[in-house]
């Protein structure tokens, strides 16, 4: 049976977006959020091969900061374990930085130039050869394309009166976006204080069943669109896995 949801996004950009989803279970608005962080694969280093390395640091410290290096992971162009070779040669005095990767595959670049992996002094020297890997984010959390996911109910708020004329506005605060008649508000808009939008009115607020909200930042190795309809096609590959395991 097909599932009858609403999708609206708030606010919007490449790498974050608030959205909100109406006609889901919490159950399933949880499923997405897990989805997000550890069942959509993306492309992180995972092994280096140094020629050189005359930096004040080990081979395996510069190692890890690549690992945390992200990169742009194109969908559906790659499966679970493929790789790209990316390399680095940077001599001192100067700091090499994630932009001076080369990739040996067009489709994946670094998706932040201006990391910063060390600085160099005068005669050192930076050189190798990093194979970057398609991996979940279940098995390591540098392949976690959404750095930031979460969601909470979405919150009607209804004025169910007017203060008594001696009675002083008390602070009411709520987080995120709340519902006014069928208006979707911005809490920062009032300072996330009720009492500021609604001065000498008594208020009411309450969850909206099966609405919530999602606030979801990536790093760069997808955009929100493409992580949020990865997750979705995660948890469908795994209901058809169900389906046909019980029909067996």
Do not use: W
């Amino acid at each position: 049976m097909p599932v009858d949801y609403e999708v609206e996004f708030i606010e919007r950009s490449d790498r974050s977006a608030r959205f909100l989803v109406r006609g889901v279970t919490p159950a399933f608005a949880n499923g997405i959020r897990r989805a997000m962080i550890a069942d959509v694969p993306t492309m992180a280093i995972d092994t280096v091969n140094f020629v050189e390395n005359s930096s004040v640091m080990f081979d395996e410290q510069i190692a890890l900061r690549l690992g945390l290096v992200p990169l742009t992971t194109p969908p559906e162009e790659f499966e679970v374990g493929d790789s790209v070779t990316l390399s680095l040669d940077v001599s001192g005095p100067n700091t090499a930085y994630s932009g001076d990767l080369v990739s040996h595959d067009e489709s994946v670049e670094v998706a932040t130039e201006g990391v910063p992996i060390i600085d160099l002094k005068e005669g050192q020297r930076l050189e190798f050869d990093a194979e970057a890997k398609m991996i979940t984010g279940k098995d390591h959390a540098k392949h976690q394309g959404g750095v930031s996911v979460g969601y909470q109910h979405l919150q009607s708020v209804e004025v169910v009166g007017d203060r008594g004329e001696f009675e002083e506005d008390e602070t009411r605060i709520v987080r995120g976006v709340v519902e006014d008649d069928g208006e979707l508000l911005l809490s920062e808009e009032f300072d996330n204080d009720l009492s500021q939008r609604y001065p000498g009115k008594e208020v009411e607020v309450t969850d909206v069943e099966n609405a919530f909200v999602f606030h979801v930042e990536t790093d760069g190795s997808y955009t929100v669109e493409e992580l949020v309809t990865l997750a979705a096609d995660s948890i469908a590959d795994r209901a058809d896995e169900l389906e046909a395991a019980v029909q067996l």
